[in-house]
């Protein structure tokens, strides 16, 4: 019996209805180790080139890790992985929660489902066992109501409901995928390829406790980690403000993405701060399995003609950037209404905002009108129309139809020059940083294979002195020397090397960025110690970092077979000018010789060929990935 995991792959097709189990050897676990470098393994392996994402074809994969589950801080996540429907490239979502957990003690470490269903169905795993139940009366309900209604008739309430809304049912490009109401695979559109499946939810069910090499050693580790993290001012930080906490240092530092990118300066800012958040819409926190942290928010308006739905969660600060300042808005209320529709429909609020505000300066620049919009008045600052927008991308009505494609092909379809107001990477909208205060973020946005990410390393704050965690924390991975923010010279290229590889080793091991080092108090030598006493294995962090660059080489490979190269390694232009209004008029702008320069010594650092940015033949023997030279021969 392995330690850790539970050597069971379940697969699944549901153009047959039929399932199988495969039960990989031990090599096989310490060589992946989980989430997108196992779903990138049968991606690769199973998936033809050039597969349309949204048909019988394309693999949807639900990848745990061999540490996902275990009962310590911030180990909560797992992966979907598929070819995305947005980006028509690799496709990757990491959600928090209970859902992973769950399918762990259910006896399962991944789920790789294939074909489709000519009619709605679920999956309901209860420990080891496999039903592909109909799902007929449960298709164009929304999330809440699918939820209860699944409890009620398997009669469970700890039943941990994976699922799409609405809008991925409607295969709209960027619908995602939710457990527990409020824990997203956010990005990529994978909701949509769960939609073209007819497969509308995986309800898991697992009674079966994690066999763990060292359980005392994990709960001694747990304990020390709780008690300095309650007393430390990153995690309390996280606790009580959560992720909005960025919109004061943004917004008072004129980088708070707003009104379509055309400034940084949000003047009503004060309105959307996490300090006005608490004050006005915020119920409680809550937490994901095991974490003591509950960094995450929970909003709840009860007026008598204005109301929240506490079940979904509340929103965070991609979303209250996204669908607030971006779209002119200094609501929360309605940003939180919107979050909850969002969720309800499950919609990505990030690429959701994008498009809406994209749309708003369409209407402004007098591209759209409003005969176009139906009516509505599509101004920056206007939120009934951002709701009302929100409601008609997820059930693709009018312009709403058009927006469902997201930004690329919107502006395509609108023609009239619309492109120049679309801010992407690989077609996926860009998330709520500006590089041009943190380079590295910048280079996350390019080189990221799943189109425009801010979760692709840690952010250049946490590196910029010798004080900073990320410096005091990280000398024994290589983060030697602090490196200004916006510096775009050889020293951020090989920092952004590292920590892209070092947060691709903690996203493919379930664990949560906001639970260790430099983020927050768990060091590098607990992690390693977690994942020791877990598996039995004497790994080293040298193995680790091998496996992190072993998922980032399938995936260049993936996307290259998809017809991907470094011309798609790019940055929005918007970025290359100087910030207009607020307290950084007149500066900012990335040189952009610079930056072309800082991805080819990217290429090189990685053992790429510099000219196409592709895995040489000698980098992939050397990760032990020879089965793929043939790929990019
Ligand atoms: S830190 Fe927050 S998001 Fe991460 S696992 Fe804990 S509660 Fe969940």
Known sequence: MPYGYNGKILHVNLSSKKYWIENPEEDFYRTYWGGRAIGLYYMLKEMRPHADPLSPDNLLIFALSVLTGVPAPAIPRYTVCAKSPL??????????GWWGPELKKAGFDAIVIKGSSKTPVYLWIKDGKVEIKDASH???????????????????????????????????????????????????GLGAVMGSKRLKAIAVRGTKPINLFG??????????????????????????????????PAFEAGCLPSYNWTTGYFKEGENLTAET???????????????????????KISEPDFKVDPSYGGPEYETVAALGSLCGISDLKYIAKANELCNRYTMDTI?????????????????????????????FGNKEAMLKMVEKIALREGLGDILSYGSCLAAQKIGKGAEKFI???KSQEIPM??????????????????????????????????????????????????????????????LFKLLDIYWSVLDLLGVCVFGYVPRSVGTLDELLEI?????????????????????????????????????????????????????????????????????????????????????????????????LIDEVK
């Open 87 to 96: 980006t028509g490239a690799q496709g990757e979502a990491e959600a928090g």
């Open 138 to 188: 449960l298709w164009g309900k929304d999330t809440g109501t699918v939820q209860k209604i699944i409890r009620e008739e398997l009669a469970g309430d700890k039943i941990r409901i994976a699922q799409i809304g609405p809008a991925g049912e409607n295969l709209v490009r960027f619908a995602n995928i939710v457990n527990e109401l409020k824990h997203f695979n956010g990005r990529n």
């Open 215 to 248: 359980k005392e050693r994990v709960s001694q580790i747990t304990k020390e980690i709780t008690k300095r993290g309650m007393d430390n001012p990153l995690s309390r930080d996280l606790r009580e403000l959560g992720t909005p906490a960025v919109v004061r």
């Open 277 to 299: 958040y608490n004050k006005t819409i915020l119920k409680e926190t809550k937490g994901c399995y095991a974490c003591p942290i509950r960094c995450k928010r929970v909003a």
């Open 351 to 379: 690429s959701t905002g994008m498009v809406i505000a994209f749309a708003m300066q369409c209407y402004e620049e007098g591209i759209l009108n409003k005969e176009d919009t139906g009516g509505i008045e599509l101004t």
């Open 423 to 425: 801010h992407v990477v």
């Open 433 to 494: 940083h500006d590089p041009r205060v943190k380079t590295g973020v910048g280079l996350q946005y390019a080189l990221s294979d799943y189109g425009a990410d801010h979760m692709k390393a840690a952010h250049d704050p946490f590196f910029k002195d010798k004080d900073s965690i990320g410096i005091k924390e990280m000398k024994g991975l290589g983060a030697l020397n602090p490196v200004p923010p916006t510096d775009i010279g050889k020293e951020k290229v090989a």
């Open 531 to 627: 994942i020791r006493a877990t598996t039995g294995w004497k790994a080293t962090w040298f193995e680790l970092m091998n496996v992190g660059k072993r998922s980032i080489n399938m995936a260049r490979v993936f996307n290259y077979r998809e017809g991907f190269s470094s011309r798609d390694d790019t940055l929005p232009e918007v970025f290359y000018r100087n910030f207009k209004g607020g307290p950084l008029d007149g500066q900012g702008a990335i040189n952009k010789e610079d930056f072309q320069k800082a991805i080819r010594l990217r290429y090189e650092l990685m053992g790429w060929n510099p000219d196409n940015g592709t895995p040489t033949p000698a980098k992939l023997i050397e990760l032990g990935l020879d089965w």
